[in-house]
């Protein structure tokens, strides 16, 4: 099977722009997760979805947001930019609900 | 409430020594107990994960790890450590959703 997938890998924005991330989970998988990653803040949760739901959201500030869709791909967004918002991104998915994580290579974000 | 927590965030070994990355968590329930392995510009990789059974459990890349409850750890091992091995290591434990530790970046020594 195909692993999770992410696009764009890398991206350059400026403040006040907002972007949309993809994420394309493993055939079957019908749980996505999204994560944050900065060397100063680490691995931060910012969502999980599942069947199209929000199951469990982390701190972040409403400029953050994402969906689902029914071929359980997903997206996230980010409004507004900031020059904090510079991460690698990281999408995950599994089977199930409390399953193996599986991740994508990640979307490498700077905003300038 | 749940935590992991990975002591130290850097280990260095020489090539051929033991490792040993430590993780202790905090669950009110019965974990699932994950390590997972960075390497630079990249995404996580599953090492191994414990849920149920026996309590030691072989990974990848000759790694494993031995969850104890008395203790509350599940500390990654590999008997001899391999240029190829440096990279970042993050423990997880899931009993309702994901949680990560720190990390521990690995480096080995020629």
């Known amino acids: 099977k195909a692993g999770v997938t992410q696009t764009p890998r890398y991206l350059i924005k400026t403040r006040g722009q907002q972007v949309t991330l993809s994420c394309s989970p493993i055939s079957g998988h019908r749980s996505v997760s999204w994560y944050q990653q900065t060397p100063g803040q680490g691995l931060q949760f910012l969502f999980e979805?599942?069947?199209?739901?929000?199951?469990n959201k982390g701190n972040f500030p409403g400029r953050f947001s994402g969906r689902q869709f029914s071929n359980s791909r997903s997206e996230m967004n980010v409004s507004t930019l900031e020059l904090g918002d510079s991460a690698l991104y990281l999408c995950a998915s599994s089977e199930r609900e409390v399953d193996t994580q599986y991740f994508g290579p990640g979307t490498r974000l700077t905003v300038l | 409430a749940q935590s992991v927590t990975q002591l130290g965030s850097h280990v260095s070994v020489s090539e051929g020594a033991l490792v040993l990355l430590r993780c202790n968590y905090s669950?009110?329930?019965?974990?699932?107990l994950f390590w997972y392995v960075q390497y630079p510009n990249q995404g996580l990789q599953l090492l191994l994960k414990?849920?149920?059974?026996?309590?030691l459990v072989k990974g990848i890349n000759g790694f494993e790890a031995e969850f104890k409850k008395s203790e509350t750890s599940f500390h990654l091992t590999k008997p001899s450590a391999h240029m190829s091995d440096a990279a970042e290591y993050f423990c997880a434990v899931s009993p309702n959703k994901f949680y990560f530790g720190s990390g521990t970046k690995l480096n080995v020594k020629p």
């Open positions: 669950s009110s329930v019965p974990p699932y």
């Open positions: 979805y599942f069947s199209e739901t929000q199951r």
């Open positions: 414990y849920t149920t059974g026996a309590t």
